[in-house]
């Protein structure tokens, strides 16, 4: 038996309102660029020797492996983030990891936590860290905001 494996990934992230959670969960995977695709939710792992391409339009209602960070919250004035890193391996033979936070707080301090997920998963491993790729996303909630960031995998 043959399983399909992902060779490619990008980076995807957004920031938006609604007028229920759900639809601000929703408006920011539009601002994402996902928003019109079937997410499937994955875990951490990066295939080897995935290669990062430019983010793509994809097939409306394609299935979509995607490992994602989302903070929702309908507390006007709360600041919101969400953040995911990827950890490339020296040794192309090896799988990445993909690592996901979400706060209540700044964006800056999403990807610091973010990041040090990546370094703790590959020190683990006793994996050689080659480059460690993030996006993220924030903003202040003005009723209800949600915010997305995803690592999406592609044949």
């Known amino acids: 038996m043959v399983f399909a494996r992902p060779d490619k990934f990008f980076l995807a992230a957004g920031y938006a309102e609604g007028q229920t959670p759900l639809n601000a969960f929703d408006n920011a995977l539009m601002k994402a660029g996902i928003g019109n695709t079937n997410l499937m939710r994955i875990s951490s792992i990066l295939p080897p020797a995935a290669v990062e391409i430019p983010a793509q339009v994809l097939p409306y209602g394609a299935l979509v ?91």
């Open 65 to 155: 492996p995607t490992a994602y960070a989302e903070e929702t919250c309908e507390v006007p004035g709360t600041v919101i983030s969400a953040a995911v890193a990827t950890g490339v391996p020296e040794d192309k033979g090896l799988p990445g990891i993909i690592m996901e936070h979400h706060i209540l707080g700044d964006e800056a301090r999403c990807r610091r936590e973010v990041v040090k997920k990546v370094e703790e998963a590959f020190a683990q491993r006793g994996y050689k860290l080659k480059e460690i790729k993030t996006a993220s996303a924030s903003g202040t909630v003005q009723r209800i905001g949600s915010a997305v960031a995803a690592v999406v995998l592609w044949l």
